[in-house]
Nanobody, 123 residues
């Protein structure tokens, strides 16, 4: 069983930055695909960014060039650096882990989820 704990959310003005962290338990973290999703009330949880065990990174179009996903396997931690934040980035952000290789965009492919952290961007 893997536990994921997110931190780093908060309130920031438009144009500002935040860095989210997700600490994972377990000895096989380095083999997982890790991702960030986000969700606003009344909408489905949507893909934001993913990083494979080999380091390949993927982003949804709306955050490309503003967000950076990274991982530190020695610390069992994945990060999401968010720059140039916009009010439409406001959401609860969730960390997710995928054990087997699969489509990184599909929420249903992920085996473990964190509890979420709120990000609010004011205009």
């Amino acid at each position: 069983q893997v536990q994921l704990v997110e931190s780093g959310g908060g309130l920031v003005q438009a144009g500002g930055s935040l860095r989210l962290s997700c600490a994972a338990s377990g000895r096989t973290f380095s083999s997982y695909t890790m991702a960030w999703f986000r969700q606003v009330p009344g909408k489905e949880r949507e893909f934001v960014a993913a990083i494979r065990s080999g380091g390949s990174r993927y982003y949804t179009d709306s955050v490309q060039g503003r967000f950076t996903i990274s991982r530190d396997n020695a610390k069992n931690t994945v990060y999401l650096q968010m720059n140039s934040l916009k009010p439409e980035d406001t959401a609860v952000y969730y960390c997710a882990a995928m054990r087997r290789f699969g489509d990184y965009k599909l929420r249903t492919n992920y085996d473990y989820w964190g509890q979420g952290t709120q990000v609010t961007v004011s205009s």
